[in-house]
């Protein structure tokens, strides 16, 4: 089996990485595992189900606006941080990373078998790790070094939470920022794409078994993760009256999400486009922010119909909060009155009423929210649209 490395000057060889089957041409460096075919002629890596913990350090110049990658620690389990390798033959499915930041270069040479004069340095037991003197915690992040897994995902993702921005792309690198939101809102899609999928037709039943297993390595970890409380979440919206913590609200604004918002006293249905906000780690501290959600539906600007975008404000709260009493909510936790159509049929109805009155011109009676108080008969075409919007 081959495995090509792309070049990126700012990431350094992980000795896990160097495998004897593994061809590296010179200068290269590792992004993530790729190219896996399965028709290899060599025997596949042996893949690890015990999740890698690294500590990554890097150094802020305080004049300079980039951080320059130095080195990492590795442990065998979740690492404890206070204030003042050789890996084996197996390649971790996860590994997850701490990034602290040193203000002062410190000299030191990685272990890298690649590097000669490079120590191997062993996984520490000893999961406790002392800051030192103008050190602080940055982000931590998911490494996912399973092709296996890597495949699944890009396979379920349809509207990535951090879209690709040029410089980062979490589904070709395999990094995912805490608190792992791709990941999160996707582990639904992860549990059916064991099931079923267009993609497992392609594969082998050697192959689609080892996707599995590593599937389920993945959603064991995100459901380990105590900052993020999954299971807690998911046993709030399934009460009668489904309710949320503000920490954990964002996982219900999955992008693509249909979602209901109240709008002069009746409902509107929007697209979740991207949430932004929330509580996020800083090196100062935990910092709490309101949510803001940026959604999308059809308006008509008087010539045609086209998308627009609002932003909504989902202000922090204490404690729990009936989800369906939020700004903007996911159609599904709605209270269906059962003597009506349910909401989406009503808002379907006035959607294809809406397209009808803009096709040309037509003559109603309406009574309810307007330019004037009253009800009276009003002319409805685009060009009186358009005269209006004019006089406004």
Known sequence: MKIYLSLHSSRKLNPWDLQNDIEVEEGATLDTVANVTEKSTQEEPEYDSKVRHSVEYWHKDRYEPDEEFLYEKIFEDSVQIVDSGSVGPKIPILQEAIKVIQRTRRVYIPSNPAIPGSQQLSPTSLNRLVLEKGESIGAKELIIRSPYLLNALRAVVKCSATPPSGESDSLKEGRFPFPFRDLCYHKDDLQAYKVAHEARERHTAEYNIETDHHIDVLLDYLYSQQD????????????????????SAWLLFKPGTDVYVPERGIWSAYVVDSISGGSLQSFSGRITTPYQIDVWNLAFDGTVITRQLRTIKVPVFDGEREISSLPVFPCRFIHEDSALPSMRTQLIQRGLNYVTLVQGPAYREYSGYGLEPGGEKVRCDAAFHRGIKDSL
């Open 228 to 247: 993020v409380r999954l299971k807690e979440a998911e046993e709030r919206w399934n009460r009668k009256y489904p309710s949320t913590m503000f920490a």
